[in-house]
Nanobody
Framework: QVQLVESGGGLVQPGGSLRLSCAASGLTFSTYAVAWFRQAPGKEREFVALIKWDTQLYANSVKGRFTISRDSAGSTVYLHMNSLKPEDTAVYYC?????????????WGQGTQVTVSS
């Protein structure tokens, strides 16, 4: 059974940093496209970042501040978040689908809350 578990969220001041982790069981991330999404209160879920094979993609709103990476074992994907802004406050979710697949993501984590506030 596939399970994705996010961790690393919390409360941080503007300008601060956090590292989110997405740990997988039942699959190896090296052959999957893994993305981070976020959803703020009252807003639709939005794409944040993607890692697929050796390619990374970012939403314009986080480009230059966030970095997505994957460990060598393919068991964990990270989202390094720097220069955080209040508008980054949201529940962050990781999602995965086979790298060769199109369409929706097959697997989702439960989410981790990130709050940026002074």
């Amino acid at each position: 059974q596939v399970q994705l578990v996010e961790s690393g969220g919390g409360l941080v001041q503007p300008g601060g940093s956090l590292r989110l982790s997405c740990a997988a069981s039942g699959l190896t991330f090296s052959t999957y496209a893994v993305a981070w999404f976020r959803q703020a209160p009252g807003k639709e879920r939005e794409f944040v970042a993607l890692i697929k094979w050796d390619t990374q993609l970012y939403a314009n709103s986080v480009k230059g501040r966030f970095t997505i990476s994957r460990d060598s074992a393919g068991s964990t994907v990270y989202l390094h978040m720097n220069s955080l802004k209040p508008e980054d406050t949201a529940v962050y979710y990781c999602a995965a689908k086979p790298a060769s697949a199109s369409g929706q993501y097959n697997y989702w984590g439960q989410g981790t809350q990130v709050t940026v506030s002074s």
